[in-house]
């Protein structure tokens, strides 16, 4: 079965620190992944996505991740955060681009000033 | 921008009730979902619907549970019975390539 996993609940930055977001898919073939982002009270945005092609992506709000297919992981990255940027991030899989996306437990980011 | 509208934001129901949950997806978009985010915890899929009928349905979603697009542009989320455990933020999403989610429904069932 699908299954995606974030192994940090909780991650504290300072503001302006560089953040490295991790994720860990089990789909053997090529997955699809995607990062989502969900500020308090909010629905769900999308940050970035990888189909194929370049492993490294480029989203929105400075955000890029990373495709490593040998150690099945697609982690986020940004090199200086803003205090904006507390949130809840998740990570998602699918099996083909319109499939039901299967989500890790999500990191919940908090930036000190 | 096309995005993807919930309605309503927040809902408040007595158990046994049945409540209705509706979503606008963006108009050239062919599949629509549902995924639900108990407080605290991850999203989880409840449904997908293509072509007018369930393509693939998780094991949340039991008989109690239905959906519709009744029109050309709303989908519906349908809980017959609802229960204190159905209380959660109810995610709807359509897509092409590329899935993009509604703001949400809070349910809260007292």
């Known amino acids: 079965a699908q299954s995606v996993t974030q192994p940090d609940i909780h991650i504290t930055v300072s503001e302006g620190a560089s953040l490295e977001l991790r994720c860990n898919y089990s789909?053997?073939?090529?997955?699809?992944l995607f990062w989502y982002v969900q500020s308090p009270g909010q629905g769900l945005q999308l940050l970035l996505k990888?189909?194929?092609?370049?492993?490294l992506v480029q989203g929105i709000k400075g955000f890029e991740a990373e495709f490593k297919r040998s150690q099945s992981s697609f982690n986020l990255r940004k090199p200086s955060v803003h205090w904006s940027d507390a949130a809840e991030y998740f990570c998602?899989?699918?099996?083909?681009?319109?499939?039901?996306?299967?989500f890790g437990q999500g990191t919940r980011l908090t930036i000190n000033p | 921008e096309p995005e993807v509208t919930q309605t309503p934001s927040h809902q408040v129901t007595q158990m046994g009730q049945e409540v209705i949950l509706r979503c606008v997806p963006i108009?050239?978009?062919?599949?629509f979902y549902w995924y639900r985010q108990i407080l605290g915890q991850k999203v989880e899929f409840l449904v997908s619907?293509?072509?007018?009928?369930?393509?693939?349905k998780s094991e949340i979603f039991d008989d109690q549970f239905s959906v519709e697009r009744p029109d050309g542009s709303n989908f519906t989320l349908k809980i017959r019975s609802t229960k204190l455990e159905d209380s959660a933020m109810y995610f709807c999403?359509?897509?092409?390539?590329?899935?993009?989610f509604g703001p949400g429904t809070r349910l809260t069932v007292l």
């Open positions: 998602a899989e699918s099996i083909q681009g319109a499939q039901k996306l299967v």
């Open positions: 999403a359509s897509s092409g390539t590329e899935q993009f």
């Open positions: 789909y053997g073939a090529t997955p699809y």
């Open positions: 108009s050239n978009h062919l599949y």
């Open positions: 990888y189909f194929s092609g370049d492993t």
């Open positions: 619907f293509y072509n007018n009928e369930i393509s693939e």
